[in-house]
């Protein structure tokens, strides 16, 4: 799955950019305070790490 599109995936789902880092950006889930996942900068990331982090963020995971 490419970066942009699951951040535009989470990113429907209310979920904010919290900060960015060097090498990842840490997104966190607005209905659900606690909940919070960390992205890397790759162009690609692998669909198991993709639905990862929807699991981390409480969010469903679409491909």
Known sequence: ????E?????E????VLLR???KHSRYKNLW????SATIPRHTEIADLLSRTICKQLGIP???
Request: hydrophobic share 30%; net charge positive; glycine share 8%.
């Open 1 to 4: 799955m490419k970066r942009k």
């Open 6 to 10: 699951l951040i535009r995936h989470i």
């Open 12 to 15: 429907r789902y209310g979920c």
């Open 20 to 22: 960015e880092g060097a």
């Open 32 to 35: 659900d305070i606690e909940k």
């Open 61 to 63: 995971y679409v491909k």
